[in-house]
C-alpha cells in the first residue's frame, strides 16, 4: 500500500492506494485542514485612470494575451484578455459597455481568483 497527500481546491486528503489491481477503490480520509497558502503578489492597481467597474478573474491562472489597451471603447462581452486556466485559454470580457480605465496585469502573470485584472469607465 502507498499513502499520497492530494490537495483539492483547497481541502487536502490523505489517501492509501492498494497495489494489486484487486477492484477495491483506494481509502479516502476525510479532509484536514489545509496549510495556509501565502498570497501570491499582485500588481498593485494604476491609481490614476482606475475605472468604477471592476474586471476580475473568475478563477486562477495565468495571463495569457491582452487583447484591450487603456483608453479603447469596449462593448460588453469584449473580450478585455485571456487568461490561462487549466491549459485552457480563456477569454475575459467587459461585463457592460465602456472605455478602459486600467489594465492591472501584464502577460506571463499568475492571478488568483477574483484578482483584478483590469478597470473601466462606464
Known sequence: MKN????VNGNVYDVTVE???NGAAPAVS?????????????????????GNVKIEAGAAGKVFKIEASVGQAVKKGDTVLVLEVMKMETAVV??????VASINVTVGDQVEAGALLATLNN
Open 4 to 7: 499520497y497527500t492530494i490537495t
Open 94 to 99: 467587459a461585463p457592460e459597455d465602456g472605455t
Open 19 to 21: 497495489e494489486g489491481g
Open 30 to 50: 476525510a479532509p484536514r485542514a489545509a496549510a495556509p497558502k501565502a498570497a501570491a503578489p499582485q500588481p498593485a492597481p494604476a491609481a490614476s485612470g482606475a
